[in-house]
């Protein structure tokens, strides 16, 4: 019997080219981080923390060095512990991956001290990434696998990244995510204007209305209507600022090209991509008393 599959672009055979070395598939993850989203609600705006961070509790095995490959942040008061394989990912990995997660005391204090705020409570899911996934791993997850370490059921997600390249050196990158949302919690999703969004987003479309129906001139203007106390880093922030802070440390806004907004001085501004419950509540009023209709959805 003879099996065998093919790739075309543009009419062009792309071969396999997978990368030669971990630290690749590392870098072009940090470097495309919206890859590593798991859903469109609270796991929708994944953030770099950090990568290669070592935990001491995790140890050593033949299977790595006790280092976490890249920690991110979803929305606030969620955290994604990745681990990398430039090969096929499979329930050995699961082992390990639970290892770093059971260094729980370690993990608590980097997030802390990484993402600059003190939370008591936040939630984790581990992510496995490799160029593939045995069948038994995959079918796990789907079913909502997840990882006991002392009395919380943590999610488990898996992630296939696949790369190709055809003759004329043109590449295309495959990614198939595997990722059950847990059942046992609640995501709210809100409608506004006929879109449907997570937190974040929501925050964003929100921002943006009343920047542009209220013809708002300048950042000072915009902050005075929306007020500090909705947020205590502020709401927004300059866009270049904000892309400065995603240079030297982490994303914290919304800064893509489509996603900034401009006021009526020419000034372009970022939102901040922080939003949990807690802080989005504000908004909501203020939004509510301006005329605006948003509704909670499932």
Do not use: C
């Not at 296939?160 to 995510?177: M, Y």
């Not at 974040?200 to 005075?224: C, F, P, Q, T, Y």
Request: hydrophobic fraction near 40%.
């Amino acid at each position: 019997m003879f099996v065998s599959s093919q790739l075309v672009l543009n009419e062009q055979i792309l071969s396999p080219a997978p990368y030669t070395r971990e630290l690749m598939l590392q870098a072009f993850l940090i470097e495309n981080v919206s890859l590593l989203r798991l859903n469109d609600a609270e796991y929708s705006e994944p953030n770099v923390l950090t990568e290669e961070l070592a935990l001491k509790g995790a140890g050593r095995s033949k299977d790595g060095d006790g280092r976490i490959d890249v920690l991110v942040s979803y929305e606030p008061g969620t955290y994604g512990v990745v681990e990398l394989k430039n090969g096929p990912i499979n329930e050995s990995h699961v082992d390990q991956l639970t290892r770093y997660l059971e260094a729980q005391t370690e993990l608590n204090y980097y997030i802390e001290e990484l993402d600059g705020t003190s939370i008591n409570d936040f939630s984790l899911v581990g992510v496995l990434v490799g160029t593939d996934i045995t069948s038994g791993l995959r079918n796990r997850v789907e079913d909502g696998a997840t990882i006991s370490v002392n009395g919380q059921m943590i999610p488990l997600a898996a992630i296939a990244v696949r790369r190709f390249r055809s003759k004329n050196n043109d590449v295309l990158i495959s990614i198939d995510t595997f990722f059950k949302t847990p059942s046992g919690r609640y995501y709210t999703k809100y409608e506004f204007n006929d879109k449907v969004y997570a937190k974040g987003r929501l925050a964003l479309a929100i921002v943006r209305e009343i920047a542009l129906k209220n013809s708002v001139h300048d950042s000072d203007a915009l902050d005075h209507i929306l007020g500090r106390e909705t947020h205590k880093n502020g709401m927004f922030d300059n866009l270049e600022i904000a892309r400065s802070i995603a240079n030297a440390d982490r994303k914290r806004h919304f800064i893509a090209e489509d996603e900034a907004i401009s006021l009526g001085n020419g000034e372009r501004i970022a939102v901040s991509n922080q939003w949990g419950l807690d802080n989005l509540q504000p908004l909501l009023k203020l939004a509510e008393k301006r005329g605006m209709t948003i509704k909670v959805v499932r």
